[in-house]
């Protein structure tokens, strides 16, 4: 490593080592090289081109939409002794002819600019004066029409960089997925650049999703998930609407973009200072935000897509501390955010419209998902080398059963079901006549009940048969469509499955019963009282509105089943049940083992 830049590191900003990821994008930096490096939010990417800048000399030119950080960013800056100072909307003109007038005199070694400021008349052609050594493109996605968060200004770039003299480029962004990179390199024009993808899993943040039915349940959740009002959370919701509604019902404060610039202000401050420790707010808070002990993030809604809901939970933690993060899911949620979607004045059929949709469906598909959280999200943002399963998400906390083959029946009246209604209706209507159930559009339809596989599926649990379509998506058999109102249409995989009359071999989690009497079978487990055990852990977990897993593991119910203390001393003595959990259920514990 560049012995300067450690120098620099240590006595200007008082850190004894670089974290994961940045040496490196320091070092291609120094060497001159163009530069795209995507860290998830609170990974330190400021330092990686604050330490460039004071090493090499020069003036660093840092392009960025945040308003809100810059002077943050300038007097953390100023602090330590660096000239450095910012042009936007909130300095006065005759200041910004003077910053920039001593911009061009050599006076400063960082330049915050945003990206607006680009295309004021006559702006241009100033930059062409000063002698930038280096640009920074913060939140470098904003350049990408495929990115979450396109912004027109950044178009301007490639004008300014050139402006500029073309001197090295280097992007930050938090939120870049492999196609947004791409285009992001397009577009900044960026020469052999040096790419670093890292820091997306955060094994510090538990990421967990919490299924809700309605409105009630969601409030309900709320309550629990924030008892403790000395820690400081944010609760982000989609519409205006919400924040006020969610905000009253908490007493919290709420911020949204409607509201006035001091308001929002003033909230902002009394939250980094800590004299509110809740916020109910849309995606308009949080951009340029360095607040670094914030304990929990609660998403109240679906947000539209996998990088804002990681950028917005990666708020979460920030000084490396454990913190919690925490998705509340409802299905309806889709409705909104394709609503979102319908009104951006995208055409129908369009790319960048038809892209919008699939980001839905994998944001869904996260929520719905049994495998580890955290390699998901790596795996789509490119991270690789990170493990599949970790001990921070819901998923792997969680006893999950293993999966089983589904029967070959099951499967073909799925598949026949799909092909009858092809392109008419979606999974939830499907879903209720396999399993045989009366709904408001069945009853408008008597005839469904005639058709062969009505029914069929009734011995299923509505959430089994759920699972049984999802997997025939997930598997390229079934595809739903994009729009408002999805619907659900055989593949040509699928429709080829139904002619030969040969389905493929699909995999669903265990039935709790039948693996119940397998693994005693196996384990010698008394699998009648290992029953019993998970019966009463779920009625106690419904009744707290918490994950099953959170009352006690599969592994320590168990290992109840196979000690059968009859005291609460010995009850004590197995593996994973500690004195709170003896206080809270140690007695009902108890009482099951010695109900027949």
């Not at 640009?135 to 990408?144: F, G, R």
């Not at 999966?403 to 598949?415: S, T």
């Not at 699972?467 to 659900?488: I, K, T």
């Amino acid at each position: 490593m560049n012995a300067k830049a450690e120098h620099v590191l240590r006595e200007v900003f008082g850190l004894d080592a670089f974290r994961p990821g940045q040496a490196e994008v320091v070092e291609a930096m120094l060497a001159g090289r163009d530069v795209l490096s995507v860290a998830p939010t609170g990974s330190g990417k400021s330092i990686s081109y604050w330490v460039p800048a004071l090493v090499d000399g020069g003036l660093t030119m840092v392009v960025s939409p945040l308003i809100a950080l810059m002077k943050d960013q300038v007097d953390r800056l100023v602090e330590r002794g660096v000239a450095a100072t910012f042009i936007n909307s909130s300095v006065e003109r005759p200041e910004q002819v003077d910053r920039l007038r001593r911009a061009i005199a050599g006076e400063y070694r960082l330049l915050f600019l945003a990206p607006e400021r680009l295309g004021r008349p006559g702006f241009m052609e100033r930059l062409a004066e000063l002698q930038v050594h280096r640009v920074v493109v913060d939140e470098a996605h904003c350049i990408s029409t495929w990115g979450h968060d396109f912004r027109p200004d950044y178009r301007l770039l490639a004008a300014a960089i050139a402006a500029c003299g073309r001197p090295p480029v280097a992007g930050f962004t938090a939120t870049a997925t492999p196609p947004v990179r791409e285009d992001i390199a397009r577009s900044l024009d960026l020469k052999d650049p040096f790419i670093s993808v890292s820091g997306f899993n955060r094994p510090t943040l538990t990421l967990s999703v919490l299924r809700c039915r309605g409105e009630r349940a969601k409030r309900e959740q709320l309550h629990r998930l924030l008892p403790d009002a000395a820690q400081r959370a944010l609760v982000y919701v989609g519409t205006v609407t919400a924040a006020e509604e969610v905000a009253a019902e908490l007493g919290a404060a709420c911020y949204h973009g409607r509201q006035d610039a001091a308001v929002r202000r003033r909230i902002q401050e009394d939250f980094t200072q800590g004299r509110i420790s809740v916020v109910v707010a849309t995606s308009a808070f949080g951009m340029g935000v360095d607040i670094a002990d914030i304990r929990r993030v609660i998403h109240y809604q679906l947000p539209g897509s996998l990088e804002a809901y990681y950028q917005e939970a990666g708020r979460a933690g920030r000084d490396g501390q454990p913190a919690e993060c925490t998705l509340l899911y409802s299905p309806a949620d889709r409705d909104l955010q394709a609503f979102f979607i319908e009104q951006s004045g995208l055409e129908d059929g369009s790319p960048l419209k038809d892209h919008a949709y699939a980001r839905l469906t994998q944001m869904m598909a996260y929520a719905e998902m049994r495998e580890c959280r955290h390699a998901r999200i790596a795996d789509y943002f490119g991270e690789r080398g990170v493990a599949r399963k970790c001990s921070a998400c819901d998923n792997c906390l969680a006893a999950r059963p293993p999966d089983e083959p589904v029967a070959e029946d099951a499967v073909v009246a799925g598949l026949a079901a799909v092909a009858r209604f092809s392109g008419r209706v979606g999974l939830a209507n499907v879903a209720a006549v396999l399993g045989g159930r009366r709904t408001r559009w069945s009853a408008a339809q008597p005839w469904v009940q005639e058709l062969p596989f009505h029914g069929t599926l009734k011995r299923w649990s509505d959430e089994r048969v759920r699972q049984l379509l999802a997997e025939l998506v997930g598997a390229g058999l079934a595809r739903q469509s994009s729009g408002e109102y999805p619907v659900v249409e055989l593949t040509p995989a699928g429709r080829e499955a139904v002619t030969r009359g040969t389905p493929p071999q699909l995999m669903l989690p265990a039935d709790p019963a039948t693996l119940g009497r397998q693994a005693g079978a196996r384990t010698g487990v008394p699998a009648e009282t290992l029953d019993r055990l998970r019966r009463w852990r779920l009625e106690t977990a419904r009744a707290a509105g918490v994950p099953a897993y959170v009352v006690f593991h599969d592994s320590t119910l168990t290992a109840i089943a196979v000690a059968r203390p009859a005291s609460l001393s010995a009850l004590l003595r197995v593996p994973g049940v500690g004195d709170s959990k003896l206080r809270r259920y140690g007695e009902e514990v108890l009482e099951v083992l010695r109900t027949p």
